[in-house]
């Protein structure tokens, strides 16, 4: 007597090895093998599916299939998803996907039948039975295929990528459906699959995407930090120094760096170090000239680029860095130049009394 764990088991195992007799996935190894194989197919029936968006307003999505007849186009389907605020690409290429079964069901197809899809990932997932956003939309294609194709009924249905922009006949039909489906345009809800049916026969309201939410929010958040950014007085110098901020480049450049030494890099990005310059605009410094060579105001472009007082340790740096040690946006924003600025800062030890050693921690392979 089997348990409920080593039926459910068997069946996918059984499940698993029927798809493969009657449903082959297949992907080419480039956009011009994929033309070529599309060129030279020999499959009675032929259909292409697509999910696309728009980006007019909030942005939109849609899904949608074709049924080619040769390189007419015989019978689509179409079916908004809702915003991307809501949605995901991805989702529309599925229900692209389930459109597509439902058109050869519809159309009484036989034989042998073919599926182009232009998404890479929703091919590999349709053999795939792990928990993924938008799986339960895989798992209505997988009961449209039972339906279309039964248990040793003979047919079969190759299911090939097919890239877009291409000049393939059927994928471009089906990109120009799902651009409407975005727009808005869903077919008539009694012509579509009942698993994009209400009980109303009016196209269904797929469930909210978590995923969807998710980067939505992200969004949300750099936009916000954008505006912050862009309303700082301090926004023009940091432009200066790294034009993508705020973005992921600074965390990527501090990310091995202990908080101390990415504070200190931070300062330095935005003029807000302790050198006398800063130090005197906020009334900590009764001068901001520099007070190893008292010839200049000690701004951080003169700490690491020109004053005299630190000519040996510069001479370090730029051995190391070669013409990158003589700009600021350089040593403050390149990866590469990062670690030798802060071991240029660790031996002048200017800024010992208030930061301590800020030598960047040794990389592995220099033991």
């Known amino acids: 007597m089997l348990s409920l764990l080593e039926r459910l088991r ?38 292409y599916s697509d999910g696309s968006a728009v980006e007019e307003g909030v942005g939109s999505l849609g899904g949608a299939a074709v049924l080619m007849g040769g390189e007419e186009e015989v019978m689509e389907r179409r079916f908004y998803l809702g915003t991307r605020k809501e949605h995901t690409v991805y989702e529309g290429e599925i229900v692209g996907m389930i459109l597509a079964v439902h058109l050869l069901r519809e159309a009484g197809a036989g034989g042998t039948m073919a599926l182009g899809v232009d998404n890479q990932a929703a091919i590999k997932a349709t053999g795939a039975f792990n928990s993924q956003p938008g799986h339960y939309l895989m798992d209505l294609f997988h009961d449209d295929l039972r339906k279309l194709l039964p248990e040793n009924d003979g047919r079969k249905l190759v299911i090939r990528w097919s890239p877009g922009h291409v000049d393939i006949p059927g994928n471009e039909a089906a990109d120009k459906r799902a651009k409407e489906a975005a727009r808005g345009e869903s077919s008539a809800g009694p012509s579509l699959p009942l698993s994009l049916q209400s009980r109303l026969k009016l196209p269904t309201t797929l469930p909210i995407s978590k995923s969807a939410t998710r980067q939505h929010f992200q969004d949300k958040l750099k936009e916000e930090a954008t505006q912050v950014m862009r309303a700082s007085p301090r926004h023009t110098h940091l432009q200066s120094i790294d034009p993508s901020a705020p973005s992921k480049h600074y965390a990527s450049i501090t990310a091995t760096l202990p908080r101390r030494r990415s504070s200190l890099l931070f300062q330095f990005r935005s003029a807000h170090t302790p050198l006398n310059k800063h130090l005197f605009r906020i009334a900590r410094s009764q001068s901001a000239i520099c007070p190893k060579c008292n010839d200049a105001q000690e701004s951080v472009h003169h700490f690491l680029i020109k004053c005299p007082a630190y000519t040996r340790q510069r001479n370090l740096l730029r051995h190391k860095l070669g013409a990158r040690a003589n700009h600021v946006k350089n040593l403050l924003n390149d990866p590469k130049c990062v670690k030798p600025m802060l071991e240029f800062v660790a031996r002048t030890r200017r800024l010992e009394t208030v930061f301590g050693d800020v030598s960047p921690p040794k990389d592995k392979d220099e033991g």
């Open 10 to 47: 068997w069946e996918n195992q059984h499940d698993i090895h029927r798809r493969e007799a009657d449903v082959e996935a297949h992907i080419a190894h480039s956009a011009e093998e994929a033309i070529i194989e599309d060129e030279v197919a020999a499959e009675e029936w032929r259909v």
